[in-house]
């Protein structure tokens, strides 16, 4: 029996995803071989790549002057490669939380790091407002913070190259990725397996990078544009896991039903938050993230938090425990998740605070 899957990442997939791509573990087209097998040099496997790139660019809107990238390291990976090709001076960050001080940190190791703002003082339980300096080399944003759950959802105007990690949030609203320098995230939230990450990065911003810094060819961004992601092995399952999910959102009708869907996934769970005398959000109204969604126990009730997630499991409900570095609950409402998802984690809340009143 399939779970009610609210994972932060990996996270759940749609049924097409999983059930082609069990398929091609098996045999990949009619190749003979599994696609854990086939050679990335292939005709074969070049046709998946193809695909999956060209999905991306139409899914998401990606004008001309942009190369799509599947690389290996996760986004923690960009955290480090981005200062390292691109940080001559100073850049600018926003510190939404867990991922963006990470990223702070990996670029204070080759420059000045200026934090434009954060929300650090109130817990992290909003999105900061901020103004971009226009004498930074880059403006750095964490679009959606998987941990605390804060969002934006605007595309800002900048002056100086926008770069975004949009790791937990990508296809799930309309992007204007004309705005952006660079795009990129991990994949294992809206996109397909873990293993493989995306990045979306202009042509003209490649010309930005440190040209007087030694860049260890894999950590070079021209290295991978030069040979489209092939200049080592690419990590070809997931990138099928990913041609596959794409071909659902587009045949879902697009990132402007994802947001739709989003948004219905999200204010239902909200609701029930704002109106239950036991459980409580995180987050203030304006920053929260229709992808995930953190709660926590009212007053008088916070010793009950082990029971509950051992109620959710007896309900077929899995992955509401809080990230373990703030505790509490934590709902991904990914893309593939659907409302009988949703009614099921707020039938099982629902009835839990009623055994307990």
């Known amino acids: 029996m399939r779970k009610h899957i609210f994972n932060a990442g990996p996270c759940k997939l749609p049924d097409s995803t999983l059930k082609n791509t069990a398929a091609a573990v098996l045999e990949f087209g009619n190749t003979g071989q599994s696609i854990m097998e086939v050679s990335h040099r292939s005709a074969d496997f070049q046709a998946v790549y193809d695909e999956a790139v060209a999905l991306f660019k139409e899914v998401l809107n990606i004008p001309e002057g942009y190369h799509v990238l599947f690389l290996g390291g996760g986004a923690s990976m960009q955290f480090c490669m981005i200062p390292f090709n691109f940080l001559k001076t100073k850049a600018a960050y926003v510190n939404t939380g867990t991922w963006s001080t990470a990223a702070i940190k990996e670029a204070k190791l080759w420059g000045e790091v200026q934090v434009v703002a954060s929300s650090e003082a109130d817990g992290f339980t909003y999105y900061p407002e901020f103004t971009i300096p226009s004498d930074v080399d880059y403006m750095h944003i964490t679009s959606n913070n998987t941990i605390r759950g804060t969002e934006i959802f605007k595309d800002p105007d900048s002056p100086v190259p926008l770069l975004a990690d949009m790791s937990s949030d990508i296809c799930s609203r309309p992007v204007d990725v004309s705005k952006y320098a660079m795009i990129y995230g991990g994949c294992q939230k809206n996109l397909g397996p873990a293993g493989v990450t995306f990045v979306i990065i202009k042509d003209e911003f490649l ?6 810094r030694p860049i260890p060819t894999m950590l070079k961004y021209q290295t ?25 959102v587009k045949e879902m ?21 704002e109106n239950s005398k036991m459980f409580r959000p995180v987050v203030k109204e304006g920053s929260r993230s229709r992808m995930n969604i953190p709660f926590l126990l009212r007053e008088g009730y916070e010793s009950l938090e082990k029971e509950f997630l051992d109620f959710c499991k007896q309900k077929n409900i899995v992955g509401v425990k809080g990230h373990r570095s703030v505790g509490g609950f934590r709902a991904s409402t990914y893309n593939a998740c659907t409302m009988d998802d949703v009614n099921a984690l707020i039938s099982a809340m629902r009835e839990f605070e009623a055994a307990h009143k």
């Open 207 to 212: 010309k930005h990078v440190v040209a007087d």
């Open 224 to 248: 991978h544009v030069d040979k489209d992601s092939m200049y080592n092995t690419p990590p070809c399952i997931n990138i099928f896991g990913v041609k596959e999910t794409l071909k659902w």
């Open 253 to 273: 009708g697009g990132v402007k039903v994802m947001e739709e869907l989003a948004i219905e996934r999200a204010n239902a769970i909200y609701n029930e938050l």
